[in-house]
């Protein structure tokens, strides 16, 4: 995944040391409850369309612009779903991040499955019954946002 300019300039400045990140994932679904998701190019593993928040960026922005760059659908926010703090996650590289993700349940409103830039291998839609293996924290934030909750799931 590409790394943004603002977390590059800040990487040659910090090297690998623990950085906070705000990450935003969009939950899409869609008429019938199918999920969105995009098999990742890096690990070519399923998962939510996200990314990180970019310096001055609404996040509910962020999560649509992530949303059309790794699948090619424009959604719309209707909910935040969930607020959760991840563990602090090492990179291959060195680099240490530790994310607060703010999910977001969206529904599609135009463009087309596209696969073709350089994060995605694929896109398709799921059946909430029929999910590929992905990680424990991807199906919790789909649950979440196939509830019907007023507020976000947040640990309490």
Request: charged share 30%.
């Given at each position: 995944?590409?790394?943004?300019?603002?977390?590059?300039?800040?990487?040659?400045?910090?090297?690998?040391?623990?950085?906070?990140?705000?990450?935003?994932?969009?939950?899409?679904?869609?008429a019938d409850d199918n999920?969105?998701?995009?098999?990742?190019?890096?690990?070519?593993?399923?998962?939510?369309?996200g990314g990180i928040l970019?310096?001055?960026?609404?996040?509910?922005?962020?999560?649509?612009?992530?949303?059309?760059?790794?699948?090619?659908?424009?959604?719309?926010?209707?909910?935040?779903?969930?607020?959760?703090?991840?563990?602090?996650?090492?990179y291959p590289n060195g680099?240490?991040?530790?994310?607060?993700?703010?999910?977001?349940?969206?529904?599609?409103?135009?463009?087309?499955?596209?696969?073709?830039?350089?994060?995605?291998?694929?896109?398709?839609?799921?059946?909430?019954?029929?999910?590929?293996?992905?990680?424990?924290?991807?199906?919790?934030?789909?649950?979440?946002?196939?509830?019907?909750?007023?507020?976000?799931?947040?640990?309490?």
């Amino acid at each position: 995944m590409p790394v943004p300019e603002f977390l590059r300039e800040l990487r040659r400045q910090i090297g690998p040391a623990l950085v906070p990140l705000v990450g935003v994932t969009a939950v899409v679904l869609d008429a019938d409850d199918n999920v969105l998701l995009h098999r990742r190019a890096d690990d070519g593993r399923w998962a939510t369309p996200g990314g990180i928040l970019e310096p001055g960026e609404q996040p509910a922005v962020a999560v649509v612009r992530e949303a059309r760059e790794e699948t090619g659908l424009i959604v719309e926010v209707e909910r935040l779903v969930s607020v959760l703090g991840q563990d602090p996650y090492v990179y291959p590289n060195g680099d240490r991040v530790q994310f607060l993700d703010l999910a977001f349940r969206c529904r599609p409103v135009g463009g087309a499955p596209d696969a073709s830039g350089d994060e995605t291998l694929e896109v398709r839609w799921f059946a909430p019954d029929a999910l590929p293996d992905m990680s424990p924290r991807i199906i919790d934030r789909i649950g979440y946002a196939r509830e019907s909750r007023a507020e976000p799931f947040y640990v309490r």
